[in-house]
């Protein structure tokens, strides 16, 4: 099973940046796809990135240009650099990652507890 841990949140003011970041640990024997969900107040969590196994990368347009999505296989972590931020991404952001237990298992989708990411104007 795969552990998720995000870092990185903070207070930010517009126009700054911020790095995310996504460390997996605990017995898997692979981690396929991740990528980055967020959700403010009252609203569903929406998605934000995702990256493959092999660096693909896809993005919301709403964040597309100002947001890059990477990965680190050989620290099984991954990262969100977030630049010119808006106040409309103040949410909470969430990592998730496809694995697989063993190599006959099925894909398992895991999730991270969430950091706090708050954009002031």
């Known amino acids: 099973q795969v552990q998720l841990v995000e870092s990185g949140g903070g207070l930010v003011q517009a126009g700054g940046s911020l790095r995310l970041s996504c460390a997996a640990s605990g017995s898997f024997f692979s981690i396929n796809a991740m990528g980055w969900y967020r959700q403010a107040p009252g609203k569903q969590r929406e998605w934000v990135a995702t990256?493959?196994?092999?660096?693909?990368?896809n993005y919301a347009d709403s964040v597309k240009g100002r947001f890059t999505i990477s990965r680190d296989n050989a620290k099984n972590t991954m990262y969100l650099q977030m630049n010119s931020l808006k106040p409309e991404d103040t949410a909470v952001y969430y990592c998730?990652?496809?694995?697989?237990?063993?190599?006959?298992?099925?894909?398992?989708?895991?999730w991270g507890q969430g950091t706090q990411v708050t954009v002031s104007s």
């Open positions: 998730n990652a496809d694995s697989l237990n063993s190599m006959w298992s099925p894909i398992v989708s895991s």
């Open positions: 990256i493959t196994s092999v660096g693909g990368t």
